[in-house]
C-alpha cells in the first residue's frame, strides 16, 4: 500500500502540502522552527526539480505573532488574535522566503477568506491568481486571512482551507502534515490495539467515526477526513502522514507509514461533471453550427461563433450553449456577464477589446465546459 503512496507523490501533477503551526512553530520557544522548514523545503525543491508544481498552505501566523507582540499564554480574544495574525504573518511569510530560496523556489503571499472560495466571482479571481503564479513557476504560500476573519466567517482550521485550494487550481493531490502517520481503527495513544489503515477507497461513517476520537493538532482527525471528502469530490487524492520528521515527504516515497485517500476520478473529470451536473443554468449562449462541432472536438466556445444571448447571469455563472434548432451542445462558466456577452456577440477575439475595454478572453474556455451526453 506504500508503493500506491509513492505512486500518487512522485506522479502528481500539481501537489498541495498542508503544514500546521505546530510543524511550523517550536512548541517551546514559540519561533520559527528553521532547521525542520528547511528539511520540508529540501522536499519541495526536490518536486520541483522533478517537473511537479507545488502549492503550500501554512499555518503559523497567530502563534508567531502572539510571541512577538509579548501576548500571554491563555486563550486569545478575537481582537487579539487578528492583532497576532496581523504581526506574525511578515514572520512567516519570511520564514517561508528563507527556506525555500536555497533550493531554488520563489514565494508569493496568497491569503484568502472563505469568500474566496465560496463566492464565485472571487473564486474565478482566486483561482486565475494562483494558475498564474504556478504557470510562472512561483511556490504560493497559502494562510486563511485571520486578520479580518471573525469566528463566524472562517474556514475554521487549514484543512478544510487546503482542500478548498486544492479543488481550485485542480491538483491531483493533497498532502496533510500531520502529528501521527495515518489514520487509524481507534486514537493509538490510548488504544494499543489500534491498526493503522494505509488506504481509504470509500469515506464511509464507519471510517468518519475512526477519525472522531483521535485528536490530531488544532483540527483533530475529523476535520482532516473532511477535507479528504473535499479534495476527493473534486478529483485530488490526499495523503495524511507524520510531519513532525526530517525529510517527510522524502519518508514516505522511502515506504515510511500514511493513509492514502484515493480519488476515483481525475480532478478534470470531477470539475466537468461539478459543472454539468451541480450548477443550476443561469441563462443561455445560442451557437451557429461551426461553433457546436469546434465545442464537440474539444474547442473553447468563441464571441464569433455566439448568434445569441438569453437570459441574464454573471461572469463565472453556469450557462446552457444550444445550437440553432435549440439542441443543448453543453454547459460552462461564463467568463463575461450577459450584457458584456451580448456586447461581443459575432465579433473576432482581437475585436473584443476595443468592444469593451478589455478582454476575458474566450467566453466559455474549454476548461470549464462540459459537453452534453
Keep these: 500500500m506504500t508503493d500506491l503512496a509513492h505512486e500518487r507523490l512522485t506522479g502528481a501533477r500539481l501537489v498541495v502540502v498542508k503544514v500546521g503551526s505546530s510543524l511550523v512553530v517550536d512548541a517551546e520557544s514559540g519561533a520559527v522552527d528553521a532547521a525542520w522548514l528547511a528539511t ?49 504573518q511578515s514572520l512567516l511569510m519570511r520564514a517561508w522566503e528563507e527556506a525555500l530560496a536555497p533550493v531554488g523556489l520563489v514565494t508569493a503571499q496568497v491569503l484568502m477568506t472563505p469568500d474566496d472560495t465560496e463566492v464565485r466571482r472571487r473564486y474565478l479571481n482566486a483561482r486565475a491568481t494562483l494558475e498564474t503564479l504556478l504557470e510562472l513557476g512561483v511556490t504560493p504560500v497559502v494562510n486563511e486571512n485571520d486578520t479580518v476573519a471573525t469566528e463566524e466567517i472562517r474556514y475554521g482550521d487549514n484543512d478544510r482551507l487546503a482542500a478548498r485550494v486544492a479543488q481550485m487550481v485542480g491538483a491531483d493531490l493533497l498532502v496533510l502534515l500531520s502529528d501521527v502517520d495515518g ?22 461513517p464507519e471510517i468518519e467515526a475512526m477519525g472522531g476520537g483521535a ?32 525529510r517527510p515527504l522524502q519518508a514516505v516515497e522511502d515506504g515510511a507509514r500514511s493513509t492514502l485517500f484515493a480519488a476515483a476520478a481525475t480532478p478534470a473529470a470531477a470539475y466537468k461533471a ?13 451557437v451557429d453550427d461551426g461553433a457546436a462541432r469546434a465545442l464537440r472536438a474539444g474547442k473553447s466556445l468563441l464571441a464569433a461563433g455566439v448568434t445569441a444571448v438569453e437570459g441574464q447571469f454573471g461572469k463565472g455563472d453556469a450557462v446552457i450553449v444550444r445550437d440553432l434548432v435549440g439542441r443543448e451542445v453543453a454547459r460552462g462558466l461564463s467568463r463575461y456577464d450577459a450584457a458584456d456577452a451580448a456586447r461581443i456577440v459575432g465579433l473576432k477575439s482581437e475585436a473584443i477589446e476595443p468592444a469593451l475595454g478589455y478582454s476575458a478572453g474566450p467566453l466559455i474556455h474549454a476548461d470549464d465546459l462540459a459537453l452534453a451526453g
Aim: proline share 3%; net charge positive.
Design 274 to 286: 461539478w459543472i454539468a451536473g451541480s450548477l443550476a443554468s443561469q441563462g443561455s449562449l445560442v
Design 215 to 246: 485528536h490530531v493538532g488544532s483540527g483533530g482527525m475529523a476535520t482532516k477526513l473532511a477535507a479528504a471528502r473535499i479534495a476527493g469530490a473534486a478529483g485530488c487524492s490526499t495523503l495524511i502522514t507524520l510531519g513532525r520528521r526530517a
Design 183 to 204: 489514520l487509524y481503527t481507534a486514537d493509538p495513544r490510548h488504544d494499543a490495539g489500534a491498526a493503522h489503515i494505509p488506504r481509504v477507497a470509500m469515506l464511509t
Design 40 to 88: 520540508l523545503a529540501a522536499d519541495l525543491g526536490r518536486l520541483k526539480q522533478r517537473g511537479q508544481k507545488v502549492l503550500v498552505v501554512s499555518s503559523g501566523a497567530v502563534a508567531l505573532g502572539r510571541r512577538r507582540l509579548a501576548l500571554k499564554r491563555r486563550a486569545l480574544t478575537l481582537p487579539e488574535k487578528q492583532a497576532a495574525a496581523a504581526a506574525g
